[in-house]
């Protein structure tokens, strides 16, 4: 298993600032990713953080926007850059661990972002 | 293109009642299917996957699902709702079958209520 947190649980910012949300596994883990949650909605996927390389965004997400480190196998960070009020989502760490298979996804508590 | 549908954004049940929360799912490949649960305030938790292996699948807390490819489904149920199973389920596909890991699509949700 893995144990996930994530640092700010929670945060309010105004518009135009950036947020850094920290992820820190207790494990070595090869992928990471970055989930975003609106509200009411799904998670829907960001990025895929593998260390060394980097991250490959999905369908709608840019590195400007959305920058990403992983400078080891337990750790990432997400900024959100030049944040407006539809930015306001829950943000979720996830890894997974485990043999080809027979592996597990974990998600962190996530970071409650508010924007106004 | 994969894809999962919730049929139902709230289900309100009794306490001892029967929880079934419904799941259809669309994939042009055998799919990997996952059921998650939020609690308030926490982050997500896997209950139950399926991975092409017996199609009742039995996980955590009581509950269980079944894969039913005639009918593209993949139900939560628990016989007997406790007032702790109130919580946020979702509903999972791996987006790549034998591809990236951990590229999930998300249902957008079922809250469970459970009344006294």
């Known amino acids: 298993s893995a144990v996930i947190s994530q640092k700010p649980s929670r945060d309010i910012c105004q518009r135009g600032t950036s947020l850094t949300i920290q992820c820190q596994v207790d494990s070595q883990v090869t992928m990471m990713f970055w989930y975003r949650q609106q509200p009411g909605q799904s998670l829907t996927l960001i990025a895929t953080a593998n260390q060394g390389s980097e991250a490959t965004y999905e369908s709608g997400f840019v590195i400007d926007k959305f920058p990403i480190s992983r400078p080891n196998l337990t750790f990432s960070t997400l900024t959100v850059s030049n944040m407006s009020p539809e930015d306001s989502s829950i943000y979720l760490c996830s890894v997974v661990t485990g043999a080809r298979g027979r592996n597990e996804q974990f998600f962190g508590p996530g970071t409650r972002l508010t924007v106004l | 293109a994969q894809s999962v549908t919730q049929l139902g954004s709230h289900v309100s049940v009794s306490e001892g009642a029967l929880v079934l929360l419904r799941c259809n799912y669309s994939?042009?490949?055998?799919?990997?299917l996952f059921w998650y649960v939020q609690y308030p305030n926490q982050g997500l938790q896997l209950l139950l996957k399926?991975?092409?292996?017996?199609?009742l699948v039995k996980g955590i807390n009581g509950f269980e699902a079944e894969f039913k490819k005639s009918e593209t489904s993949f139900h939560l149920t628990k016989p007997s709702a406790h007032m702790r199973d109130a919580a946020e389920y979702f509903c999972a596909v791996r987006k790549n079958y034998g591809g990236s890991q951990g590229n999930l699509i998300f249902g957008k949700g079922t809250k469970l209520s459970v009344k006294p």
């Open positions: 399926y991975t092409s292996a017996a199609t």
């Open positions: 994939s042009s490949v055998p799919p990997y």
